[in-house]
């Protein structure tokens, strides 16, 4: 297999070292990787040993636990995967550091999680585990499948779990909300804003914004949420909006964990209308504290990401549906 260990090439993307088994010398290198990204500042304030790892992106913080109970491993798990619970700790901080650059922080924690919860899994367990999750179970195959010295009961396990991601891809298909639901938003949206005050448009912005903005322009949620407070231009009489875009869409490209490295400013045509209503927010929140990245939305209250969360946005969306729905 191949993994993300090695030096970087050229804009943002990086050469593969192919790595058949964790050994001596790539935990070695690890340890090495983990010193770069510590000086970088996307991990702060830990050593590699610890039993958790506190990381930033400049989007969001991080915790990568590595904390498990040797002795449920020991009497669970060890006799079928193969090692000991020490060799199984250095290993699953090698994995992730090798996986450093490739997947975002967010998704390696998940990563992390998942193998973390296999370590006192007996291979009765392993047989019915139930992570659903087609990406994290093939994590789950790579990691069993550099762990050395190898054995008939682990590679059984490794077998089975294929096999589950191979019925679930033949499985899948992706389930769409009736339009109709879609539809009904969007009425409701429109009713409600009409009659809105100016408490109600200030607090409920980011929802109308996101409703409005993503509908002409697919945006993931993290894109949306990090657009710059000063996003409006005009030109030739044509009003625009500049938005953060994502790099790390394209396969192969490193996650630099910046925002000037995983992000570029993209610009694009808007109508009068939204331009409107974003400079009445922006006059609105005039008074209002920066956000640490200078975005257009602003938080009541200073989280630890630094701008108006996915969560804070989640909220701020369910209670909306809520106030236009209550009737229904």
Known sequence: MSLMMGNEAYAGFERTLAVCEIDEKLIGMAKERFAEYRKKGVIK?????????????EVRNCCLDFSFDKSTFTSNTQDW????AECYSDCLRTYVLMKFGELS????????NSIREMAGLSLEDMVTYGNENTELKKHIVDFLGLIPQSNELRESVMEDLEEAVFRKKLSDSRDLSAFRYFLDFGRHME????DADDHEKYFYFPVWFWWNLTSILPLRATEYLMTPRDCIITEDDKTYIQIRRTLNKKKGRK??????EDYKICTYEI????????QEYINATADMPATFLDTLLIPDRRG????????QMVLRLRNLCALMMQDE
């Open 191 to 194: 009713e409600f804003w009409d």
């Open 105 to 112: 922080l967010l998704r390696l924690q998940k990563v992390l």
């Open 81 to 84: 995967i193969g090692c000991t």
């Open 304 to 311: 630890s990401c630094g701008y108006f969360s996915y969560g």
């Open 255 to 260: 996650h630099g964990y910046k925002i000037k």
């Open 271 to 278: 109508s009068l209308a939204i331009a409107k209503e974003i």
């Open 45 to 57: 304030g830990s050593r590699f040993e610890d039993n958790s790892w506190d990381t930033y992106d």
